[in-house]
């Protein structure tokens, strides 16, 4: 089994979450899932999630937490993927799809009723229910 490490962005704003829907072409299109990306050699979670971030959405990181790991075992893929969640609570730019990447701004209750890839969908009831305390996004 081949293992990689992902590092997800939970972006705040007034209390809602970005979500992003996976692209046509990639694995499990179609799904939803919080921004982020694979670790490249070298990268620490919190310098690949500001890379990510910057090359998907257009963002740069100006303050996150990490929040918690998590692992999730994608058996029709021969993959274990260990995430690494950080609530970004402020950042620069605007978020636009970059990939071209349908995207929405949401509860976490209205996460919790998306497509999410399996990877996430554990993590969403763990959600605080109005963001982190220290938004400042």
């Known amino acids: 089994m081949k293992n990689i490490d992902v590092a997800v962005g939970l972006i705040w704003r007034k209390g809602r979450v970005l979500a992003a829907q996976r692209p046509e072409g990639k694995a499990h299109e179609g799904y939803w899932e919080f921004p982020g990306g694979k670790l490249e050699q070298g990268e620490s979670p919190r310098e690949a999630l500001a890379r990510e971030l910057a090359e998907e959405l257009g963002i ?78």
């Open 60 to 137: 740069g990181v100006r303050a996150c937490q990490f929040w918690k790991g998590a692992s999730h075992v994608y058996d029709d893929y021969g993959l274990e993927v260990r995430l690494h969640f950080f609530h970004v609570t402020a950042f620069a730019g605007e978020p636009c799809a970059r990939e071209g990447q349908n995207m929405r701004w949401v509860t976490p209750s209205e996460a919790a009723e998306l497509p999410l890839l399996p990877a996430d969908i554990e993590l969403v009831a763990s959600l605080p229910p109005n963001g982190p305390l220290e938004e400042t996004a």
